[in-house]
T-cell receptor, first 111, second 112 residues
Framework: NAGVTQTPKFRILKIGQSMTLQCTQD?????MYWYRQDPGMGLKLIYY???????DKGEVPNGYNVSRSTTEDFPLRLELAAPSQTSVYFC??????????FGPGTRLTVL | EDQVTQSPEALRLQEGESSSLNCSYT??????LFWYRQDPGKGPEFLFT???AGEEKEKERLKATLTKKESFLHITAPKPEDSATYLC?????????????FGAGTILRVKS
């Protein structure tokens, strides 16, 4: 099993551009999560999903959107990128909401 | 609101010098407390889940313990390869989606 995979690993965006961060898991987990991690700030939850077709906002959802059309995929969309969205983004999944397994992360810089 | 505070922010140890990391939490009904290890440039790696006060779990040189207000991660005779950031997170029974609330982490450096 590959676990949780994320693409791309790195990306530089200009202010106002849009992009989609991809997340795929092959463990048949029903719960999936998106976090951002800023230096010294820990992980903050952006959006989460408890199953295909069901998504909900986390602590810091502004400027982001998600969709969950399949169990495996949970893409995160950034519209109109801003410098405040410079961060490292992690996707995670879990079975029935137990321990979460994380992907390797996407490092995003908005200039 | 669930909260997690980790201390110290950073810890430097000599190889073989045992110590403990602290995770203080407030949560309305603890479903689970989680410890993760994070190496630079990588995603967090799951270590332990603790569910009730008094519970202990061990893995190699690491032992996690839990009380009603805090958890400790004890590191016995650490080695340089134990250097990493250690994250603590709590999950409350009232949280729809079983969301985790993370602390800011403790950066551990072990020197040989």
């Amino acid at each position: 099993n590959a676990g949780v995979t994320q693409t791309p690993k790195f990306r530089i965006l200009k202010i106002g551009q849009s992009m989609t961060l991809q997340c795929t898991q092959d463990m048949n987990h029903n719960y999936m999560y998106w976090y951002r991690q800023d230096p010294g700030m820990g992980l903050k939850l952006i959006y989460y999903s408890v199953g295909a077709g069901i998504t909900d906002k986390g602590e810091v959802p502004n400027g982001y959107n998600v969709s969950r059309s399949t169990t495996e995929d949970f893409p995160l969309r950034l519209e109109l990128a801003a410098p405040s969205q410079t961060s490292v983004y992690f996707c995670a999944s879990s079975y029935r909401g137990n321990e979460q397994f994380f992907g390797p992360g996407t490092r995003l810089t908005v200039l | 609101e669930d909260q997690v505070t980790q201390s110290p922010e950073a810890l430097r140890l000599q190889e073989g010098e045992s110590s403990s990391l602290n995770c203080s939490y407030t949560v309305s009904g603890l479903r689970g407390l989680f410890w993760y290890r994070q190496d630079p440039g990588k995603g967090p790696e799951f270590l332990f889940t603790l569910y009730s006060a008094g519970e202990e779990k061990e893995k190699e040189r690491l032992k996690a313990t839990l009380t009603k207000k805090e958890s400790f991660l004890h590191i016995t005779a650490p080695k340089p390869e134990d250097s990493a950031t250690y994250l603590c997170a709590v999950q409350g029974f009232m949280e729809y989606g079983n969301k985790l609330v993370f602390g800011a982490g403790t950066i551990l450096r072990v020197k040989s």
